[in-house]
């Protein structure tokens, strides 16, 4: 065996059970071996500076295999600085996504929108862009026909229930003068078209839509197909 092939032996270091599950996670790159260096050469292989490695030392618990002091140099292993670096910067990144999600989440909740729809990770002027963009399909779509104001709808309805409601109030009257009905059978009417016009109000106001909120943008005019 010659000096070329073979390695310095590393010092004896007792690893803990939170730095070995970093070991496990993070082992050093394939092609790379372990070992024990100084300062300098864990900040160039971290591509750091020394003072921040002393200050990781000193601030961080980064680990070392042997403390310095008193004249006597630190020793720090290859594979524990680099698994400790890089479970910090893993931390750092979930900590980062984590709170992006959660600003994500609070603005979504400001527009009424759940964080699983496209608008809720878009700036306000991304939602600005959108809202005029469907404003200009909405007016393009009017113009060759496919959609009417919803005022114009409304109107339309409106119009169409006073005339069944005035149809089915008059009703009783008319039927009791042309076909001669009785008082018991006039009621009965009234009964029936009472029941009709319960019915048309209660399932309006079931299919109402109060909540319909179009965000960051003033919509002129509502359309509906």
């Not at 929108?113 to 878009?122: E, V, Y």
């Not at 149809?167 to 059978?185: F, I, K, N, T």
Request: glycine residues 4%.
């Amino acid at each position: 065996m010659t000096d070329e092939t073979m390695t310095p032996e590393l010092l004896p270091v007792e690893v803990s059970a939170e730095l070995q599950a970093m070991l496990d996670r993070f082992p050093l790159p394939p092609g790379v071996m372990d070992a024990d260096c100084n300062q300098e050469e864990i900040a160039q292989a971290l591509n750091t500076t020394v003072n921040t490695v002393a200050k990781w030392i000193r601030h961080d618990q980064m680990p070392v295999a042997q403390a310095g002091g008193n004249g006597r140099a630190y020793v720090l292993r290859l594979s524990h600085c680099w698994a400790w670096r890089k479970a910090r910067e893993a931390d750092v990144d979930l900590r980062n996504r984590h709170n992006r999600d959660q600003v994500a989440a609070l603005q979504a909740s400001f527009l009424g929108l759940t964080i699983d729809d496209p608008q809720a990770n878009m700036t306000p002027q991304q939602r600005r862009d959108a809202a005029q963009a469907d404003i200009a399909w909405s007016k393009a779509s009017h113009m060759r026909r496919q959609l009417v104001p919803l005022g114009d709808v409304v109107d339309l309805l409106e119009s169409l229930f006073r005339i069944v409601r005035e149809g089915v109030e008059a009703l009783p009257d008319r039927l009791e003068r042309e076909l001669g009905l009785r008082p018991e059978q006039v009621a009965a009417v009234v009964r029936f078209g009472d029941d009709v016009l319960q019915s048309m109000t209660a399932r309006i106001e079931e299919a109402e839509l109060s909540e319909r909120d179009v965000p960051d943008v003033e919509v002129q005019r509502q359309w509906v197909i």
